[in-house]
Each structure stands twice: as structure tokens, then as C-alpha cells.
């Protein structure tokens, strides 16, 4: 077989030694096939300019990256792990399946007794597990948080505190939503801890600032469930933090808790650094007073159908 060789005194061709050139690291292809054309002074003067674009590119993109951050955020609280009171009672699940946002939180309470020592919260809290995992067969806690009356703050649902983990707390508007139950019985009269309203207020300040949602506004909710307050397909105005009550037949979250709301909304706006117009801190004394939602044929929440099945 014949071979064809390179004539004698035949050079190589090299790449251009320019700066910037083809290959070169951290350059456009586009931008750098020219530089090789142009002479030394000007390669180097359209280096520096190519250099600045880059950089102001890079400076652009994090300007719109802060702009597409919400204005008012409020810090995250402490949360407890829900490995502090799940222990060895876990059982196998699903999945955790998740929102693109939350819009709005709903507060309950667990309708349960109120005497209890808060190192005991744990234990009352993997009751109710036990209870809607093994007496309901849900597949996880429906509440996202959980709420003591020292103002501890525990993880509920599995998915990342941090995420928009799709809940079972209130039938219909379970999406775009955090459920936060208080631990214990609010009805009417009912004394309810200015450490458990602040925390709820901190809480609801933080996942509602996620989305850049003020605490005190309304927001629009798509009902999924014809058992709720709305027909399914339905668009709904309600709170950004919500009773329980006003988006299902109940009397969650008890006339006590449910009358402090308006102070929890005040107090969490104000977490996350909005002018209220206001300087109470939420201790008002409860009024005990019903609101027209809890009024309107409630049913006790321990026997809301399964909200797991019914989303």
C-alpha cells in the first residue's frame, strides 16, 4: 500500500496564539474565531471588550435573579424534625408529592386536650399519627407543622419543611397550601398561649413569604373537592392564612383560635417586614365570638371525612 507523506520542510499548522482564540477557555466560539483575524492592538482591545460584556452579562443575570425574589420574606423559625416524634413508628409510604408554591396556610387545631406538658408534645403528636395512618389508613400526617402551646414548632408530612409538599388538612384546597395545626382544643373561651400564636404567626410568615404573599391579603384557591365549602372546579377567595373553617364544614380551628387570626395576621405581615399600621404584638384577649364560617352547620373535626382520599 502506498502512503502518501508530507513533503519535506512542511510545517505543521498551528492554532493562532492570540488570547482568546478558538478553544480557549471561557470565550464564545463566536467571539473568539475573530479575534484570530485581527492584528495584535486591536485583538487585544476586543479582548477587553468581549472580557466586560461577559462580566456584564453575568451581572445582569444575578440582578434578575434578585428581582425575581420575593420583597417580603420572613426568617425560618426553629423546626423541630419529625424524627424527634415519629421514632420507630414510621410506616412505608408513598412519595411526598409537591406544589410549585404556597399561597396560603390554614390553621387547625387537633382537637385534643390541653393539659398537657410540653416534653409530652412528641408523644401526643405520634398519637395523631398513629391515629390517621392506622385508625384512617392515611398514607402520613395530614398537617405540614404542628404547633405546641410552649410555641415549638414540629415538622409534620414528610417532604422538607423547606418545600411545598402537597398536604391532606383541608379537603379541596390542599394545594398551593400549608396546613399548621395547634395542639390541643380551641373553642370557644378557650385560653389560647400567646407563645403558640406567635410562632403560628412566624411560621405563617415564612412559608407565605416564599411566594412573596402577603399574611393580611386574599387570595384565589381552585377547589378539588365538591366535599369542601366550594364545588369542585370552583375559584375561591379566601385568606392567605386561614381557618380551617373557612374552606370546609367545620368547627376547626375552634371559635378561640379562629378569633385571634386577625392578630396573627398583623403580627406575621410585620415578620415579614410590612408597614401594619400597627404595634400589638397578638396577646389580645380572646373574645370567644363565632365567626359566620363556623356558624354555618359545623361538624366536629375529628369527623371530617378522610381528607387523604378526598384531595
Known sequence: MRVLRRPRGARKRRSPRIPGGPGTPGLPRAAAAPLGCLPGLAAA????LCAHGV???AESGAAGSARNTPAHQAPRPDVVPRSAWLGDAVRDQPPPRYDDRVVAVFIHH???????ECAESPGIIRGLYEGQTLGRDWDDLGYNFVVDRCGTIYEGRAGGTDRAVTGAHTQGFNHRTTGIAALGTFTAG???PPEM??????????KLGTSGTDPRA????????????YAAGTTATLPALAGHSDGYMTDCPGAALEARLPDVRNLAARLQGRDTGDTR???RKDTGNLTENAARS???HSDTPNEEQNR
Not at 110 to 116: A, Q
Not at 197 to 206: F, P
Open 110 to 116: 387537633t382537637d385534643s386536650p390541653n393539659d398537657y
Open 55 to 57: 462580566e456584564h452579562a
Open 197 to 206: 400564636l406567635r410562632s403560628i404567626a412566624a411560621l405563617a410568615a415564612w
Open 281 to 283: 404584638t397578638g396577646t
Open 45 to 48: 482591545v476586543a479582548l477587553v
Open 298 to 300: 359545623p361538624v366536629r
Open 218 to 229: 386574599r387570595v384565589r384557591l381552585v377547589s378539588s373537592n365538591g366535599g369542601s365549602r
Open 190 to 192: 378557650t385560653y389560647v
